[in-house]
């Protein structure tokens, strides 16, 4: 299976000058957030295939309007071609709201866990699940010190646990030039979907 991971900025190549036989053979479409809504209703209507998304952390946009021809995965387990994917976005809180003790789309640790909690039934009767799609990295796995990119530490049991062999963010931008694309932590690939990406899963890395 190949997989389009796009994050955090809008590809000139692909906005512009689109050319169908390179995503010709992409099976499904992972946006990992902070992309414009038009971007990804772009992708979903340029490409023949599913556009799934979590939100990043300036997505307040999506809330609204949510981009069209696209399906969030946020707060779900959902399986395809026998892909179990756990959608989680949003990032730590980093500011404070004038409405609200935490803005939308930034989250605190307790929150994270209240979250992933609402998922654990989900999970549990899948078995587990392959992907685990977020828009901020895992505490000390990819992320950086301030607090604005500091990953959840909420999100390591969920790798310890349950050894999915993905796990797909965006946020760090490559974190700035210095972190490598892919990491490996435990049993997982960690990729960062930065910009974009096209993974290929191996068959027999897929669910039966």
């Keep these: 299976m190949r997989i389009l991971l796009v994050s955090d900025i ?28 038009d971007y990804l209703s772009f992708i979903a209507t340029m490409i023949q295939a599913p556009v799934f998304f979590v939100h990043g952390n300036h997505d307040t946009d999506y809330l609204k309007e949510p981009p069209g021809g696209c399906d969030s995965i946020e707060d779900k387990l959902v399986v395809y071609r026998g892909l179990r994917i756990v959608g989680l976005g949003g990032c730590k809180q980093y500011n404070r709201h004038p409405k609200y003790s935490v803005p939308p789309l930034q989250y605190t640790e307790k929150q994270m866990e209240k979250r992933i909690r609402k998922l654990n039934g989900k999970i549990a009767k899948h078995k587990g699940f392959d992907i685990l799609v977020t828009h901020a990295p895992a505490f000390g796995v990819g992320d950086s010190r301030d607090l604005c990119h500091t ?19 965006g946020h760090m931008h490559l974190n700035y030039g210095r972190a490598p694309r892919i990491i490996t932590h435990g049993e997982t ?16 890395n897929l669910s039966r």
């Design 189 to 204: 690939q960690v990729v960062d979907a930065y910009n974009y990406y096209i993974l290929e899963i191996p068959s027999d």
């Design 10 to 37: 809008e590809n000139e190549y692909i906005w512009d000058h689109f050319d169908p036989a390179r995503f010709s053979n992409i099976d499904l479409v992972i946006s990992c957030g902070d992309l414009k809504r």
């Design 151 to 169: 990953g959840f530490e909420a999100f390591l049991p969920l790798l310890e646990k349950y050894k999915p062999k993905y796990m797909l963010h």
